[in-house]
Structure formats: structure tokens, C-alpha cells
């Protein structure tokens, strides 16, 4: 059964960083990609940035510039560093790794950016 762990969310003041960390297991092949998702209180969920098996990355708009995704498909590894943290980031983090069409996803964590 594949599990996906973050870990790294908190309280940080704005201005200041974070680094959350997912590892996901129970999978045998590498994932096409991996993602960071977001949702905000009474807010849908929002796709943060993605690292695809190439290598290559995606990020919304309102993340460039401040959010680094990195990691590791291969071992099933991905990381966001989140810099210039501002209240509006406050969400619950999700990772999400995709096979196929085939989305899993792990239980969030929390990220309280305080102005």
C-alpha cells in the first residue's frame, strides 16, 4: 500500500522560511511525478509546484520566485523550500505523487504564517 509522510510544516512569521519534506513508500516503480498541494480554509486545493521525472518543475504564480522544489523521483523523495513566507501561504501542505493518472496522497501538514 503506498504511503507518502510530510513532515517540516509549523508556525514561522512572514518573511521568514520553511522546509517540509515528504518520503513515500510501499511503491515499486518511480512515480511520473511529485507535487506539493495546498489548501487554504474555505479555499480549494491548489497544485504549489511539481517535479516531473525529467527533471523539469511547475509553479503557480503565486509561489515563483519564493517556493523550491527538489528531490529525488527515483527514491521517491521531494522537498519544497518555502522562502519570503507571507500570511497568505497559510495552508494545509499536501504531497501528492502521481503514477500513471493514479494520484496518492499524504494526511498534510500544517503551515501558519503569521503577518
Known amino acids: 500500500q503506498v504511503h507518502l509522510v510530510e513532515s517540516g510544516g509549523g508556525w514561522v512569521q512572514a518573511g521568514r522560511s520553511l522546509r517540509l519534506s515528504c518520503a513515500a513508500g510501499g511503491h515499486v516503480s518511480s512515480f511520473n511525478a511529485m507535487a506539493w498541494y495546498r489548501q487554504a480554509p474555505e479555499k480549494q486545493r491548489e497544485m504549489v509546484a511539481r517535479?516531473?521525472?525529467?527533471?523539469?518543475?511547475d509553479y503557480s504564480d503565486s509561489v515563483k520566485g519564493r517556493f523550491t522544489i527538489s528531490g529525488d523521483i527515483a527514491a521517491n523523495t521531494v522537498y519544497l523550500e518555502m522562502n519570503g513566507l507571507k500570511a497568505d501561504d497559510t495552508a494545509v501542505y499536501y504531497c501528492?505523487?502521481?503514477?500513471?493518472?493514479?494520484?496518492?496522497w499524504g494526511q498534510g501538514t500544517q503551515v501558519t504564517v503569521s503577518p
Open positions: 517535479l516531473r521525472s525529467d527533471g523539469s518543475t
Open positions: 501528492n505523487a502521481e503514477w500513471y493518472g493514479i494520484h496518492y
